[in-house]
């Protein structure tokens, strides 16, 4: 197979969809939610972001595609050009947090097609850093030596419950958790009364509003909560919108009674249900767990559905290990060429023992 790989602006919406959908369709089992056309689609429709086409083809189709976003990223001695991988480089551009990210790539694609993009990229003067977020640690040629510094910026677990366990265990899920969760769960479902129940967002009526309902319950909660940010808003909304028409997200409402326990956010893609986000009402009780509830229930939903796994996502939250019967491994790496300033900056760095994340 005879690869090239280009370098193209950002085509037209309706343009660029057909193509990415084509190669969607032909991606392997092991393809990302990550890299589709809905998360492409709402980040470009909502984020203004504007990065390249990067296309590897084989006889005048494509093979892999990527979206290559060019900035000036601060660093410690100043900006520095740098690409991203599906990504604009520019933090209020990028609030959706991509992971499993990589290329989209068919499921024919030969071993290898990943260094062959960083080679395309290495072909470029026009940067000075390369920033891959949230890959899996299977990528190629990171340490081949092309690169004057690759450093791994850090290191996540993404927690996991084994579906096929919890049809294993006759849907016993809490059976195969540690004694102190399981008493957490139990003790919790005591003090509400009764357990979860779940109502799915019909339409994209009911989905606005509950949309709304997790702002508000979210409000306050975090340092840096995406939620008060109006263009991840928008990104949520039309994540929630487009998959409630190709089945790719189910937005819960969990309620115990009359309690409201809270709502998820979750994408249905490959056989895998991920939960990407949350918002929990107030716990009735110093003992009850309103969000350990809801991923109880959701995990029954999907387990009943013959799903494969329930994943939590890239975190190290206490809750996640709780629940997790498994784990993956996501990893954030910056690649450098050679520059007087990053050169200064590396030194700099030793000197301060400082990480690269700092």
Known sequence: MTLTATFTPLPALDLLAARWQ?????AGEDKSFFLGWTWMKSWLSTSGASPELLSVQSEGGDVAL????????PRLLGSIATLSLNQAGVTSQDRGFIEYNGLLKSADAPEGIEAMALQAMMARTDWRALQLAGITPNWQSL???RFRRATRVDRLPAYLIDLAAVRG???????????NTRSQIKRSTKDYGSDPTITVAAD????ETWLTEMQALNAGRHADNAWDDAGF???????????????????????AGDHLLGYLLNFLYAGRAMNYQSAFSAPISS?????????VAAVTRYADAGLSIYSLLAGKDRYKQSL??????????TLERFSPRLEAEALLRRILRRPASA
């Open 66 to 73: 990527a979206l290559i976003g060019r900035a000036q990223v």
């Open 143 to 145: 340490d081949q030596g």
């Open 22 to 26: 084509a190669l969607e369709a032909r």
């Open 324 to 333: 997790a019967t498994g784990e993956e491994t996501l990893e954030w790496w």
């Open 233 to 255: 808003r928008a990104f949520a909304r039309a994540l929630v919108l487009r998959g409630l028409t190709t089945g790719e997200v189910e937005l819960l409402r969990i309620a």
């Open 204 to 207: 994209s009526v009911v989905a």
């Open 169 to 179: 265990a006759n849907g016993d899920y809490l059976s195969l958790l540690s004694a």
């Open 287 to 295: 003992k009850a767990k309103p969000g350990l509830m809801c991923h």
